[in-house]
């Protein structure tokens, strides 16, 4: 953790679960806004599905190839995001303060 604008003292370990639940939810959020414009708007697979789909079922995209432009817009993502603070760091707590926890 380089910097916590927070009340939240990062020393106790719930602070840490809750920023961390917090960080996925935010990052869940952004990815799904770029998956929808990539998708959506642009559709344009700029995160190259299509590699990844002739990787894992190659038979089936060769059935389905020409079609990709059509297809893409609605293949489906599933998130998994696992957001851990290893080490929140010491940065504006003195050792001189009275345990909080």
Do not use: C
């Not at 414009?37 to 559709?43: C, D, G, I």
């Not at 089936?60 to 893409?72: A, F, G, L, V």
């Amino acid at each position: 953790m380089v910097e916590n604008t927070t009340d939240l003292d990062l020393s106790v370990p719930k602070h840490i679960e809750q920023l961390e639940t917090e960080l996925e939810d935010d990052i869940n959020h952004r990815v799904n806004m770029a998956l929808a414009q990539a998708q959506k708007k642009m559709k344009a697979d700029i995160f190259q599905f299509a590699d990844a789909f002739y990787r894992k079922y190659p038979q089936k995209w060769n059935q389905n190839k020409d079609r990709w432009d059509e297809i893409y817009p609605n293949v489906g993502v599933r998130l998994e995001t696992n957001v851990k603070v290893a080490r929140p760091g010491l940065t504006g707590k003195s050792f001189f303060q009275p345990d909080q926890r």
